[in-house]
Nanobody, 124 residues
């Protein structure tokens, strides 16, 4: 069982930056691919980014490429999502998820563990 806890959300203006963090409670954190997903009001949950257990092979949805960066620190059991040049359409609840696999996936069924989420609101 892996517990995930996100932090770092908030209310920012368009063009601003935020860094989300996800803390994992697992002694084998480096064996998990980690992903970030988001869900806006009235919309389905969508994939944002994912990274392999070793920290390589980042994967991004097209709408965030060049603006968001996923990274991880396996020594601290943390995964990050650096979000730059935020837009109002980035407003959503962001959740991290863990998959006990070496490969990265862009769909939620592959992920077994989920955090509660953190709200990101981009508004002027």
């Amino acid at each position: 069982q892996v517990q995930l806890s996100e932090s770092g959300g908030g209310l920012v203006q368009p063009g601003a930056s935020l860094r989300l963090s996800c803390a994992a409670s697992s002694s084998t954190f480096n064996l998990y691919a980690m992903g970030w997903f988001r869900q806006a009001p009235g919309k389905e949950r969508e994939f944002v980014a994912a990274i392999s257990g070793s920290g390589f092979n980042p994967l991004y949805t097209d709408s965030v490429k060049g603006r968001f960066t996923i990274s991880r620190d396996n020594d601290k059991n943390l995964v990050y999502l650096q979000m730059n040049t935020l837009k109002p359409e980035d407003t959503a609840v962001y959740s991290c998820a863990g998959a006990p696999n070496f490969l990265v996936y862009d769909s939620s069924p592959w992920y077994d563990y989920w955090g509660q989420g953190t709200q990101v609101t981009v508004s002027s």
